[in-house]
């Protein structure tokens, strides 16, 4: 005699969904695609905020010694006038102290190139408001209309962004006098 064999349960064919499941599914999926484009969105923007922090920190180190750089410009610029003094002046002495401030200026403009301070030329040049600062105008046939005819104070860059603008005199043409 054979044993009976148990009865499994047989599946039941799957009932068809109905209006209100399929409406509910689409709902969920809507909100499903929803959900993922905000954190792609999200995923982008915090990627966007990582470079952006990276670069701000690159940045932020190279112009780190912009302010140091600007309490020394006065003292290049006093340097430049003490040789300009002294070169006028006669003797032995004048040409020793002559000499010595000319070693520590070479010496200070050094350092400061190699901290990537460059000097803005401006003489003969045309005005540029981005890099000059101009105190007045003079009338000259010497340099043409719109050009810096003489630079008061150098000016100075530091790699790429400007530090202070060049104080210059600009060039204007001569005011014509009508004789009668």
């Given at each position: 005699m054979s044993k009976p064999e148990a009865e499994t349960p047989q599946?039941?064919?799957?009932?068809?969904?109905?209006?209100?499941?399929?409406?509910?599914?689409?709902?969920?999926?809507?909100?499903?695609?929803?959900?993922?484009?905000?954190?792609?969105r999200t995923t982008a923007d915090f990627d966007n905020f990582k470079k952006r922090a990276a670069r701000e920190k690159i940045e932020a180190g190279q112009y780190a010694?912009?302010?140091?750089?600007q309490k020394l410009l006065p003292v290049l610029d006093n340097f430049e006038m003490a040789l300009t003094a002294a070169q006028a002046a006669q003797g032995d002495k004048l040409a020793s102290l002559s000499t010595g401030v000319t070693m520590i200026q070479q010496q200070l403009k050094t350092a400061l190139t190699e901290t990537g301070l460059e000097e803005i030329e401006a003489a003969g040049l045309p005005f540029d408001p981005h890099l000059h600062e101009a105190v007045s105008q003079m009338e000259t046939v010497e340099v043409p209309e719109g050009h810096v005819a003489q630079q008061l104070r150098k000016g100075y860059k530091l790699k790429e962004r400007l530090l202070r603008p060049a104080t210059v005199i600009v060039a204007k043409a001569p005011a014509v006098v009508e004789t009668n």
């Open positions: 599946p039941e064919a799957a009932a068809a969904p109905t209006p209100e499941q399929i409406a509910e599914l689409q709902t969920r999926a809507a909100k499903a695609d929803e959900n993922w484009e905000r954190l792609l010694n912009a302010s140091l750089l």
